[in-house]
Each structure stands twice: as C-alpha cells, then as structure tokens.
C-alpha cells in the first residue's frame, strides 16, 4: 500500500498543503488495518473532518484557546502491558474514540504518522510532522465493535 506524502511541517507542527488527499486509499476491513499496523511503528488514529481542515486550521486547546504544537490523536501501537494484541488495542481505540463520529461535525476516522512532541490536557499524544495514510471505512468500526465488545466479555460466556 503507499501514501499520499505531505511535504515538510510547519514550525507549529502542521503539514504542509497537498492535493494528493483525494488519493488516500480507504481502509474497510480490520485486517486491513492490522496490516498497516505491521508496517508503521508510529500509527495514530484520527477524528475529524479530514487532514487538510486540520491542516489548515490547525488544533487549538478547547480550555485556554492555545495553539497547539501537533494534532491530538491516539497511538495504535499497543502499549506494553496490553496483552491481547495489536488487532485488538486498535479496535479499543476505535471504540473509545468512535463517538466523536457522531454530532453531526462531519468527522471521519483517518490514520496518520509523525512524530508525538507532547499531550495535550486531556493526555492525548500531539502529533507534529504528520502523514496522513488512509481513511477508515464505517464498515471498521462496526467490526471494532464487534470484535472489542466480544473480547471484554469473552469470560461471561
């Protein structure tokens, strides 16, 4: 699979402007999913309306109105102590995150990497010099639902 490449990032961690964004490949399974997770060590989960608006706007803190240095965004690469794999920690974070789908914002799942420089005031890693890499297809979540949901209650059965 390859990516659009978004040129250099801007002193305040924003990608520069592209016209590839059209081209990003759309995910639908989460075997797909899992595949990039393989290939990208630094993978992180997205929700908004889509790179360029974050681009362009960049992302202020909600409290004090800051700028800040990088997007917030979530790691897929499981954390030490997650022992079920990293299929699974990828539909935990889907799951924990999908609300933000909803609200009518027109937000959309998308995946990206680049380099965390901080975290914003709710403990999300910010990250700067990013790539976007791919949509998600609805289908994903859905399938994270059912996968997650599954696994937490795999012991009352």
């Not at 797909?32 to 993978?43: I, K, M, V, Y």
């Amino acid at each position: 699979m390859t990516a659009s490449t978004i040129d250099r990032p801007t002193t305040i961690g924003r990608s520069a402007p592209t016209d590839h964004l059209a081209q990003l490949p759309t995910l639908g399974t989460l075997a797909e999913l899992s595949s990039l997770q393989r290939d990208h060590d630094t993978l992180f989960l997205r929700i908004s309306p889509d790179p360029d608006t974050d681009r362009l706007r960049g992302h202020r803190d909600g409290e004090s109105g800051f700028l800040l240095p990088g997007l917030p965004a979530w790691s897929l690469r499981p954390e030490e102590w997650w022992p079920a794999g990293p299929r699974l920690w990828a539909a935990r974070q889907l799951v924990r995150h999908g609300y933000l789908l909803s609200g009518g914002k027109g937000n959309r799942m998308w995946l990206l990497t680049g380099e965390v420089v901080g975290r914003s005031a709710d403990g999300e890693p910010l990250v700067a010099g990013w790539t976007p890499w791919a949509y998600l297809a609805s289908g994903v979540l859905a399938a994270a639902e059912s996968q997650y949901t599954a696994w937490r209650f795999r012991s009352v059965c």
